[in-house]
């Protein structure tokens, strides 16, 4: 019964989730910015947080992101 429990939790809390992941939409227009900064704006835009390594090279790679109305899955696409 516990373990039920636990799994209908689990589940529910996956379903959430993803749902916010796929109905969150985003314009961005940030020119001349780091990836980094990219994830700060997001962060500071919404409930996602990123987690990466500082040695990472690409962190600090200078891009250019310009969409419109695209959820955070399209905007990582385009971003890598």
Partial sequence: MKLTA??????SLNLSAS???QNTRF????????????FQF???ESEFRFFYNDEF???DKVVDMNVKDENVEQ????LF
């Fill in 6 to 11: 636990l799994f209908l939790i689990f589940l």
């Fill in 19 to 21: 749902v916010y992941s």
């Fill in 27 to 38: 314009t961005v227009d940030l020119n001349g910015k780091t990836v980094r900064e990219v």
């Fill in 42 to 44: 997001i962060e500071q």
């Fill in 57 to 59: 090279s690409y962190i």
């Fill in 75 to 78: 905007i990582l696409e385009k």
